[in-house]
Structures are given as C-alpha cells and as structure tokens.
C-alpha cells in the first residue's frame, strides 16, 4: 500500500508486523476482531506476529490467523526480525520491548490496551491509538493516516 503524507513522507507498507501480548492479546488470548481482521488484512499486506509465547498459545494462533507467527525471546530479536524483511514495515506495540522495532520501521503504531502502554513507546511511534482494532482499521482506511501525520 502507497500512501502520500502532504508535507510528511511517502509511506510504502507491504509488511505488518504486530507484538502479541497487551497488543492484540490480552493474558494470551486474541481480543475479539482482531484475527478477522487480520486475515482481511492479509490479502494485502503480509503479517507477522511476533511473540514469547508467555501464555503457550503461539500454536492455537497458527490455526487459526492468515499470519505467521514467531517466537522471539528480546526486543533486540523484534528489532533484527524486523531489519531482516523486505519492503516497508509497519509495527504495531505497546511496550518497551517493542520499542527498537519503532527505531527502525517506517510507521509505528503504539497500543494502549488494556495494559496500557510504556512510556517509550508512546514516544517513540508515529501514531497512538486506544486499542488493536482501531490500529488494524489504518490499514483498511488509510485516509485515517494521511489525517493523523500531514503537516
């Protein structure tokens, strides 16, 4: 997807990459939507979930999400996964953690959630949002984008 920001930049995404838990998952079960949504989104663009399986769940989400999933074990491993692929990355988040892959991306999407969000991350995305859904929806009306980052 191509999006041209007036006074901003040219956004190029072929790539989402979203964090699990207290993104899209709350005590390690998917907030009601988001999978539908994820797998319309997956016709676009390709999605990658990426998690530390703290609640052993990485396997049912595999069955059931148009995505692939990986099981990371640092923030620095969410930042190389996200150095390592191809075309533009968009990366959504809500912690610390998550924080390096919002260095290096081309737009950044901090979740508040239930869990809130840190600090660092709010400071570091280009775009806050109150929940996953309303983060998966800019992808499905991207005019919400050009809205929020025009100058």
């Avoid at 806050?128 to 005019?143: D, G, S, T, W, Y």
């Amino acid at each position: 997807m191509r999006w041209n920001i007036p006074n901003y930049r040219t956004l190029e995404i072929e790539n989402i990459v979203l964090d699990y838990n207290g993104t899209f998952a709350k005590d390690g079960k998917p907030i009601d939507d988001a999978i539908a949504i994820i797998n319309e989104l997956s016709e676009q663009y390709k999605i990658y979930v990426l998690t530390s399986d703290t609640y052993g769940t990485a396997g049912d989400l595999k069955k059931i999400m148009k995505a692939e999933i990986h099981i990371v074990g640092s923030a620095e491993d969410k930042k190389q996964f996200v150095e390592r692929l191809h075309g533009g990355k968009a990366c959504i988040g809500n912690g610390n953690n998550d924080t390096g892959m919002f260095e290096i991306d081309d737009l950044s999407i901090c979740v508040l959630g239930n869990e809130g969000a840190a600090a660092n991350a709010l400071l570091k995305a280009d775009i806050v949002v109150k929940n996953i859904i309303e983060a998966l929806e800019l992808f499905k009306n991207p005019k919400r984008v050009t809205a929020t980052l025009r100058f």
